[in-house]
């Protein structure tokens, strides 16, 4: 079984193509599915590459408006995709032996053969040293120390637990001592690991402390922000929308607010926390004049949305726009550029490596460097949208999806995923949302008060 949890968007198809009305009538039908908790699905749950459908997508199709003209209306789509999902629901697109509609109650994915329901009670048996298939203080224990502070614990430790009334108190004191630790907090600690994807580190082009053959940004100051953002239940959305920078002091490991810092240069009031650090916006602006690049990898990093998977489309019907003439008007392209051009405006006046200073906002830098590139460039706007709500700069942009669900749920599923090496197996579906929830909402977006929480859970504890 395929161990993913249905967080894609669906772009069910009209001929040749998936109309953007998909994914809300979906969710109409299926309000409960996890599919609709939070966040838009990929094209890939009813396509392989658009316009190609799957076993489930091509079994929707056929049910779809049949004996309708093609292509069909968005009207028409919207009014017959109801009955084209009734129509399958019984049926079992992949041959996995479930039906379309438990797949999607479960959330698998009814177009996969690999991914299916395991509804199989735990048949561990017994067990001398845990309570297999139930929350095991001990093994939860054991657990906590090796996961958060990278060591099992020593004999003394272990009967001095067993032998504690409050088990749940000493495994809240263990988690807090570890996560003060330096393999926590430390330089390329845990929190450093996690950060990597988000930052992207290249050694050659390091400055600074372990400095490269060709240095240019020092990105140890984007690990100590993403660090700063994580611990002591500090907002965590301020990795985004943070207008300060972070010193870190070593021996013990200690991480400082500071208001400017040797080698960044943004401006304070256009900072938006790592997305224009001075490493970010050189490595992903570089010398671009519209910087889709740098939009499209903030919002898989933090928002968990590969517009390149067909994941977190949000058309905007005028778009795109082809500012800087590069062809993606075409049919081939339109469908994602209608996200991403738009997801791209709010970045085009920060400057990667064009001109020095680098990583700056420079007022119509689009003007100043690259009036030629294209007859219509310098008509780009900065105002755009990002997950359909409209902004009118990076500052904005920054904040909406500091505050969104799919930030919550990225958020937690990093953490999920260090703690149990795996995403949410299916039946643990529940146990997760409720997770991202709770940290959207009475953990105030505290990652050590989400993680104290992670730990009772029982698709954690149990053996």
């Not at 399958?88 to 797949?103: F, H, Q, R, S, W």
């Not at 992903?284 to 004049?289: C, K, L």
Request: charged residues 20%; hydrophobic residues 40%; aromatic residues 12%.
């Amino acid at each position: 079984m395929r161990r993913v949890l249905v967080l894609f968007a669906l772009c069910a198809p009209a001929v040749a193509a998936a109309l953007p009305v998909a994914p809300e009538v979906f969710c109409s039908r299926y309000p409960m599915s996890p599919a609709c908790t939070g966040v838009r699905v990929a094209c890939s749950y009813c396509h392989t590459s658009p316009p190609a459908r799957n076993v489930f997508g091509a079994s929707v199709e056929t049910m779809l408006a049949p004996g309708a003209p093609r292509p069909l209306s968005e009207l028409d789509y919207r009014n017959g995709l109801p009955a084209a999902l009734t129509a399958v629901e019984m049926l079992d697109a992949d041959g996995d032996g479930v039906t379309n509609l438990v797949e999607i109650q479960k959330g698998t994915l009814p177009g996969d053969k690999k991914s299916f329901p395991n509804d199989i009670p735990c048949a561990g048996g017994a067990n001398p040293a845990y309570d297999v298939c139930k929350y095991d203080p001990k093994y939860v224990f054991k657990k906590v120390l090796l996961d958060f502070c990278g060591a099992q614990p020593t004999w003394d430790e272990l009967q001095q637990f067993l032998l504690a009334t409050d088990k749940a108190a000493v495994i809240d004191g263990a988690l807090d001592n570890c996560l003060k630790s330096e393999f926590w907090r430390g330089k390329n600690g845990q929190l450093w690991e996690l950060a990597h994807k988000k930052i992207r580190p290249v050694g050659s082009l390091k400055r600074g402390e372990d400095s490269g053959s060709f240095g240019i940004f020092d990105y140890y100051t984007d690990y100590a922000m993403f660090t700063y953002t994580q611990i002591d239940n500090r907002d965590a959305r301020e990795v985004l929308t943070a207008q300060y920078f972070v010193r870190r002091d070593v021996n013990p490991t200690r991480y400082t607010q500071v208001q400017s810092f040797a080698g960044e240069n943004c401006a304070q009031n256009r900072r938006a926390g790592l997305l224009t650090t001075n490493w970010n916006l050189g490595y992903n602006v570089m010398f671009t004049a519209l910087p889709r690049n740098a939009a499209s990898q903030a919002y898989r990093s933090f928002l968990g949305l590969d517009i390149a998977k067909q994941e977190g489309l949000y058309p905007i019907t005028s778009e795109p726009r082809d500012y800087d003439g590069k062809g993606v008007t075409q049919d081939l392209c339109k469908q994602c550029h209608q996200t991403l051009d738009p997801l791209s405006y709010p970045w085009k006046n920060y400057n990667g490596l064009t001109a020095s200073p680098f990583g700056t906002y420079v007022p119509n830098r689009l003007q100043q460097y690259f009036a030629n590139e294209a007859p219509n460039i310098t008509m780009t706007p900065e105002a755009g949208y990002i997950l359909g709500q409209p902004v009118s700069d990076l500052i904005q942009w920054a904040r909406v999806a500091a505050d969104s669900d799919p930030f919550a749920i990225n958020t937690v599923m990093d953490y999920w995923k260090l703690a149990m090496g795996r995403a949410p197996l299916p039946e643990e579906n529940a146990q997760f949302v409720t997770l991202w929830k709770d940290f959207k909402g009475p953990m105030n977006y505290g990652v050590e008060r989400m993680l104290h929480a992670l730990v009772k859970t029982e698709a954690y504890g149990a053996p």
